[in-house]
């Protein structure tokens, strides 16, 4: 079951890091962008880049979550290194999540959820469009758009984590409105995913079915562990987004299991700040973001 | 002015019908389909399927909405298939709506909005990736995800449609639920579009930030007509998800403008209900749908 999988991996390596593959050309270093000129030139290096990366960090994390639009905006060749890198890190032993952000009616969802955790059927042979472990949606569109990616939870031993309360300040715009039963609409979003992830909830007690709760609101954060207590949380915003150890602490239950927390830029651009190549300035980064995060959190596991 | 050029070519056509290119590669004729076993074959196939039924529509129709997720579904393939699928039709004198459902916090959308409507840099070359003249956006993360957008609709001409009502049932789940001041979340959407699209209004009115909203929901939107003047529709649901004309009728003023109205299987599958190729039978089935729709709306402009 993918969540009792990635919580093995957070418990062996104590660490509930999960580094963010934005990949923007610009993050790379000058000698690996010099020359280029077409997508194809771009894709090629940011696949180098993200591969040499992996090899640095999977050991040490358990996990990684691919954002698409880093690569969508290099067009079809972008596209090849997204699922180039979705099969090499998957290769490493990492549990991958797809931030896609997918959404739509019943049976365009369902054309999603084959693209990402399922499989597309061509006449008679069944073939993988861009397979990764978890995709991100978003439930705007209430259950007959999530019902489709749950059904391939469950067939396929794969996971998705719903957008709830994400990290950017407009979030609240919409995420904070107060319903009229006086309950916040991210609160009733989180009631939903809970419901959603009913029928898969694995021997640690998260379900397959999670939750994007941003490290930059702890009221919301805290109010949303204690009311789902079998979502796992997808944890973006901490380092460049200014969410620290302390502001997501309320993400963890007593047992210190409950979430990943995402770093992208704070990771991949760690050699502009420290110096070093891009890949041990990477390794570095994660390491000192075990030990912010596990100082906060305590021991993984019990 | 993109909104401008779209509303030119309904009336001009006396057509407001948008034809949905949500290509599953089942809609295809058996003779089409004998034979692919990979996704490059599927791919080559949907795409030679496109071009003829875009050949043997374009003079009738004034725009065609290409859905992303059945491309993505036959993975890097069938992404090439979808720019190649945007091109031809946008050669073709089309007006393109990539429907892509994409949203994310302010940088990542900023990498989407480059990706659909704008430009990517490589280097000091610019290059498009996915290029449309329009892209279909979730507001769930508010104005921060959404603003990217609009920044390259002033600088590229383009525009986007914001999910505000959709055409499936359990969009109610979410957008029928009622705020604290009584407004339900749909219409407090709306608002938040109207105001997006302030500083994009064109010559008939209507602002380069566009509203999506089911033919399927007739109640909800004469509400959002009367209360989002600037707002152009781009309304999904007729045909086979159960809309028709007259449920749709209210999405239009006075002057028999106000949308777009799309329709996918109904164009695309004609020939397996009426007979005939697939191309011609499509041409007929547009024909009928302008019959169908202007009855109701009556003449276009005025």
């Known amino acids: 079951m993918i969540t009792d999988k990635l919580i093995d991996g957070i418990i062996q390596m104590q660490n509930p890091t999960c580094v ?19 997508f194809e030139d771009v894709a090629e290096r940011v696949l180098a880049f993200n591969k ?4 640095h960090i999977c050991d040490i994390v358990p996990s990684v ?29 990492l549990v991958v999540i797809a931030d896609a952000k997918r959404n739509d009616i019943g049976s365009t969802a369902s054309c999603y959820a084959k693209a990402f955790l399922g499989e597309t059927q061509v006449n008679d042979r069944a073939l993988k469009a861009f397979p990764s472990d978890y995709v991100t949606v ?11 990616f749950v059904e ?17 300040p407009s979030g609240a715009e919409i995420q904070n409105m107060i319903l009229q039963n006086g309950v916040p609409m991210y609160e009733y979003m989180g009631g939903l995913v809970e419901k959603w992830g009913e029928s898969t909830i694995g021997n640690y007690g998260y379900s397959a079915v999670g939750a994007v709760v941003g490290a930059t609101h702890p009221t919301e954060a805290a109010r949303l562990r204690e009311v789902l207590p079998h979502t796992f949380f997808l944890i973006p915003g901490y380092g460049a987004q200014g969410g620290n150890a302390e502001m997501l602490k309320s993400c963890f239950g007593g047992d210190g299991l409950g979430g990943v927390v995402n770093n992208s830029r704070g990771i991949l651009c760690a050699y502009k700040k420290n110096g070093g190549t891009y890949y041990s300035a990477a390794r570095e980064a994660c390491i000192a973001m075990q030990k912010d995060l596990s100082a906060v959190i305590g021991k993984m596991g019990r």
Chains 1, 2 share one sequence.
Do not use: H, R, W
């Not at 978003?138 to 489709?148: A, F």
């Open 20 to 38: 963010g593959l934005d990949t923007l050309f610009d993050y790379l270093p000058d000698d690996m962008k010099a020359g280029a000129t077409t």
């Open 52 to 55: 040499t990366l992996i090899d």
């Open 65 to 93: 979550k691919v954002q698409i639009a880093y690569y969508e905006m290099y067009g079809v060749a972008g596209m090849k290194a997204y699922y180039e890198t979705l099969k090499y890190a998957a290769a490493k032993g």
């Open 138 to 148: 978003n439930g705007y569109l209430g259950s007959d758009g999530i019902l489709p």
């Open 152 to 168: 391939q939870c469950e067939k396929q031993d794969k996971g998705i984590f719903v957008l709830v309360k994400t990290s950017n």
